[in-house]
């Protein structure tokens, strides 16, 4: 999800992250274009990274909040989703 | 607050490496003096992963003909400078497939070709320039040798002239003996590397249940 840059409005980084998505939701100003990812975010590399792989990162926890924290920690995004739930 | 480094441009990903409890490696390009210059990085802590990243950069030089930068450790470049990375990166890949017991030596520029029933040699003209050449009596010698050069030409980007269809060329000009042996037998078989190229990158991808192989 991305805001038009026509919505910025004060000096970037004046907003947590989680401020500026729920004011982009709601159509208020922002200080920047806040990046999200509605799904999860996992690569092998990050999985590396923190030591936290597939498929034990689906089923234990602390491995699973540790590989989605890196969507904000090490890629910027201004999200976190907590859960990965690949069916195949 | 991030632990992931600016390594340069990522060219080429083994995702899962089993020589090597599963580890990721990655082939960065980085710019220095020297021109193109290329890094092997893992972001694995294992215990292992120093050594295995060592093995394929040695095989990288060894295999492929690269040049370790002496300044820089771990860096490696083709000794013309150049990028030729598509041909590169194949050989990452191949290098990645071996383990380490089996990386390393030149690879012959002499192969046996079951389609041709001959073997075919890969004769250097000098500037960059080679011809894959067969035994004068075997009778699929000359369509072989085309196919065979059309494939390096596909694999490492090389130049080729209508006129001259075994004969490839280097855009920089230079000899890479050894890059034309580790390509050599992919070169005879194109269609099984695209082949594994297209799975490589189709891997992983996510498909809704019912778009997927044996569902209903």
């Known amino acids: 999800m991305v805001v038009g840059d026509d919505q910025a409005a004060a000096v970037p980084g004046e907003m947590t992250s989680r401020e500026r998505v ?7 100003p922002v200080d920047r274009t806040p990046v999200c990812n509605p799904t999860s975010v996992a690569t092998v590399e990050l999985m590396d990274l923190v030591d936290a792989h597939f498929p034990d990162a689906n089923r234990d926890a602390e491995k699973m909040s540790r590989l989605a924290a890196t ?16 069916i195949q | ?22 580890i990721s490696l990655g082939l960065y390009r980085q710019q220095t003096v020297e021109g193109s210059s290329y890094l092997v990085h893992t972001y694995s802590a294992h215990e292992d992963a120093p050594s295995r990243v060592s093995e394929i950069v040695r095989g990288l030089v060894e295999v492929a003909g690269m040049v370790s930068l002496a300044e820089q450790p771990g860096l490696v470049t083709f000794p013309c400078g150049g990028r030729h990375e598509k041909a590169l990166r194949r050989s990452f890949l191949e290098v990645c497939k071996l383990p380490g017991s089996e990386i390393g030596g030149v690879l012959p520029l002499v192969r046996p070709d079951k389609k041709a029933e001959c073997e075919l040699t890969i004769e250097s003209l000098g500037a960059g320039s080679y011809r894959v050449t067969a035994p004068a009596a075997a009778e699929l010698g000359p369509r072989r040798c085309q196919a065979v050069s ?20 280097f855009g920089c000009g230079m000899e890479h003996d050894a890059l034309m042996g580790a390509l050599f037998f992919r070169a005879q ?13 189709s891997r ?6 019912g778009s997927q192989d044996g569902n209903p």
Do not use: W
């Open chain 2, 204 to 209: 992983g991808t996510l498909a809704a249940p």
């Open chain 2, 189 to 201: 078989n194109v269609r099984s590397a695209m082949q594994e190229d297209e799975l490589a990158a």
């Open chain 2, 1 to 22: 607050m991030g632990l992931t480094r600016d390594l340069g441009r990522r060219i080429e990903l083994k995702s899962m490496d089993p020589h090597c409890h599963d």
């Open chain 1, 71 to 86: 969507s904000y920690t090490e890629l910027g995004f201004d999200s976190v989703m907590p859960v990965f739930t690949i």
């Open chain 2, 150 to 169: 059309r494939g390096f030409a596909k694999l490492c980007e090389m130049d080729s002239d209508e006129s001259q269809p075994c004969v490839v060329r």
């Open chain 1, 22 to 28: 729920l004011a982009a939701l709601a159509g208020s």
